[in-house]
């Protein structure tokens, strides 16, 4: 996998250096740069993924002309969430008949699935930018949908990231060195830090890797929360890291992706949690979700719920994400709920009731996350009954 980084890198630089040799009015021809570049990429990753990708993203421009023509239908643009749904019941890799000879890499087998379930809300993000601004051409839906740095693991971002005002900046190159140092720490992040804590400090604390816990379980309740910590962690450097990778890529074509994390791991309260975790996505969920969901039931604690609810099974259609999205809906609507009732703030010091909401945040986030990211069914069981002590 870190050969599959270092060429990576290796395509980023040279794309780069070709897309600022072109100049800013050639602004089609910049853009044939990035699509040349992500087209092949994501085809070496997996074809099908390619093609679902190109078809999504016509199905979100003909969504739009849809929309623009009769704006009464105001729920057509959520149609784009069609392919997630069908994909979710049939992997749509397995719906199209591709050559058995197609290349393949062990990188991300399952890229149509991860990059589809992102993709697809930056297609309603542009779909909105576009019936707010009456124009969405089609090669800003395929660059936002392609654009390879971010396919897999986002941010989600619409359209405007791509549109010829951006396409058209001159080189930056103070902005083309930092892309190379942020990319530098999403690889120091993933591949350092991740390996330390998938392997040492799971060896160190459980005896085995990561991997192997699963299989060892948990045997005590304690087990079972240290586990909680050490993948979340683990989740979190992936995550960031790549994210990292992402916008260092996009710094070094002078793109702005949004930024993603703010030190989430300090977050004190389950609300700031989500101002400081997936911030794209939490972006999404308050503008085109909660508000929307909000303005209809007139109830803040039941918008919550139910929004966080389809926010989990957006992440996966399974009991672990679905116990995902129903305990952050439940917890943000009680928070919400609790501090609508104006009752002073316990009498402790400011840094105690600080640190404090910071262990109780991270414990929360930490056991729903492990409980989502179960391999399956039977392991979620497992897990969940070694916190009373109970062996299955």
């Known amino acids: 996998m870190l050969a599959s980084i270092q060429i990576l890198v290796l ?3 040279t794309a780069s250096l070709v897309y600022w040799l072109l100049p800013a009015g050639w602004i089609e021809g910049r853009r044939a740069v990035l699509l040349v570049v992500s087209g092949v990429l994501i085809y070496i990753w997996s074809p099908e993924t390619l ?3 190109v078809l999504t993203a016509l199905l979100a421009w003909l969504l739009y002309a849809l929309t623009w023509r009769h704006p009464r239908y105001g729920w057509l643009p959520w149609l784009i969430v069609l392919p997630l749904v069908v994909n979710a019941i049939v992997p749509l890799s397995d719906l199209i008949p591709l050559p058995v000879g197609s290349p393949r890499s062990p990188l991300l087998t399952n890229l149509a699935t991860l990059g589809l379930s992102f993709y697809t809300f930056k297609l309603y993000i ?6 707010k601004l009456g124009r969405l051409p089609f090669r800003e839906v395929i660059t936002t949908t392609l654009f390879y740095p971010a396919f897999p693991m986002g941010p989600i971002d619409g359209s405007q990231k791509f549109d010829r005002e951006a396409l058209s900046r ?13 990319i530098g720490i999403g690889v120091v992040k993933v591949f350092v830090l991740g390996a330390w804590v998938k392997g040492t400090l799971s060896v160190e604390l459980f005896g085995v890797p990561m991997e192997g816990v699963y299989a060892e379980g948990w045997p005590t309740p304690l087990h079972a929360l240290a586990f ?13 890291g790549f994210t990292d990778i992402a916008i260092g890529a996009g710094w070094m074509f002078n793109l702005d992706l949004t930024e993603n994390f703010r030190f989430p791991l300090i977050a004190h309260s ?13 972006r999404f969920i308050t503008a085109y979700m909660f508000k929307p969901m909000l303005r209809r039931t007139g109830r803040t604690t039941l918008s919550l719920v139910v929004t966080f609810t389809l926010i989990g099974l957006w992440h996966e259609v399974s009991v672990g994400y679905l116990l995902w999205g129903l305990g952050h809906g439940t917890a943000l609507a009680l928070t919400t709920w609790y501090r609508g ?4 703030r316990l009498p402790l010091p400011g840094p105690v009731r600080t640190v404090g909401g910071i262990v109780v945040t991270l414990t929360l986030v930490s056991i729903l996350s492990t409980i989502a990211n179960q391999p399956s069914n039977r392991d979620l069981a497992r897990y969940v009954a070694s916190f009373v002590g109970v062996h299955l």
């Open 126 to 131: 542009s779909i909105k930018q576009g019936l």
């Open 170 to 182: 001159d080189p930056d190159v103070r902005r083309w060195v930092m892309g190379v140092g942020r």
């Open 270 to 282: 389950i609300q700031n949690f989500w101002q400081r975790w997936h911030l794209s996505l939490s």
């Open 341 to 344: 009732l104006g009752r002073a």
């Open 11 to 13: 395509v980023t630089v």
């Open 51 to 53: 093609l679902i990708a």
């Open 228 to 240: 909680a910590f050490v993948s979340f962690l683990y989740l979190y450097v992936n995550f960031s």
